[in-house]
């Protein structure tokens, strides 16, 4: 693959009088299942990066083509847990690259600057400890296992979100593989528009990050979201009280560059908060003080 020096902004293509979305560096788009499920979670100091993840995707998956092809009406997902600081920047650099294929082939080879850039991190980053982030990014990506099955039948199939990913430092080459049979999956449902220079602006705020994509994948004037779904889709290993203050913590980070309008409430003594406006492009971000650590 061709390095890309001069990567363009997102822009639309009209294709089969159908607008598609093209991803770039600073923007992605991603199918809206991932982003309301619990893939991509918090991890924090504390929590064992090691530690096995099993989670049902049936409602989210069951109208992928592979599923309605074979009559697989069963999906679940297993593997390490993956973070939002560091995974989802690299699945991010994954969906781009073959997109930028157009799904034309499922084994790509390029450059670690190339693939970097591809993920949205700057040239200054370019360094051993990136390559390392990288490297454990992509071993713990290619560790999540799909699984499709008939209910009531001996019948299955096994894959993965990457069925391979190779990095040679001596030849500074990243091979990535796919499996073309799950290319739907970047289309399913409706997709929505990632910036990463909001992720960006919350350093070290996983809790916010996670926030963040799980609220851009809500509809339009959304219900007032309960606490409880908010600790579902994050996945904290802490106590209720702990995970609710750093939930609303995190939705006031988001409140602090611009990204949230809304307020908390609490009924029947559960807590929720009502989104008032969501600003794709950062609205008037109030002065923050000292950053609140998740």
Not at 4 to 17: A, G, M, R, W, Y
Not at 37 to 66: A, C, H, Y
Request: charged share 25%; glycine share 6%.
């Amino acid at each position: 693959m061709a390095q890309d020096k001069n990567l363009l902004p997102l822009t639309e293509v009209t294709i089969s009088n159908e607008i598609q979305l093209i991803t770039s560096t600073s923007t992605s788009v991603q199918p809206n299942v991932l982003l309301r499920t619990g893939v991509f979670t918090p991890i924090g100091r504390k929590v064992n990066i090691n530690s096995g993840m099993m989670m049902d995707l049936t409602i989210d998956l069951v109208n992928l083509e592979l599923c309605q092809k074979e009559g697989y009406d069963s999906v679940t997902v297993r593997g390490t847990r993956l973070n939002v600081e560091t995974d989802f920047k690299v699945w991010c650099g994954i969906v781009l690259v073959f997109s930028k294929l157009e799904f034309l082939s499922n084994t790509v080879y390029l450059r670690f600057s190339e693939f970097a850039k591809y993920c949205g991190y700057p040239s200054r980053r370019f360094d051993k400890n990136l390559r390392r982030q990288i490297g454990e990014s992509l071993e713990r990506i290619q560790s999540q296992s799909l699984t499709f099955r008939r209910k009531g039948a001996n019948k299955a199939v096994h894959t993965g979100m990457l069925l391979k990913a190779g990095y040679d430092d001596d030849k500074d080459k990243v091979e990535l593989m796919a499996d073309e049979s799950l290319w739907d999956l970047y289309r399913l449902d409706y997709q929505v528009l990632v910036s990463m220079k909001v992720l960006s602006k919350l350093p070290r705020a996983e809790v916010a990050q996670c926030l963040y994509l799980y609220l851009l994948a809500l509809p339009e004037n959304p219900i007032p979201v309960s606490f409880t779904r908010l600790r579902e889709r994050l996945r904290l290993e802490s106590c209720t009280k702990e995970a609710n203050r750093k939930i609303k913590l995190g939705l006031m980070k988001l409140e602090s560059i611009g990204f949230l309008s809304g307020s908390f409430m609490t009924k029947s003594g559960e807590q929720f908060y009502c989104i008032d406006k969501r600003f794709k492009k950062l609205c008037n971000p109030l002065e923050t003080s000292p950053l609140l650590d998740d």
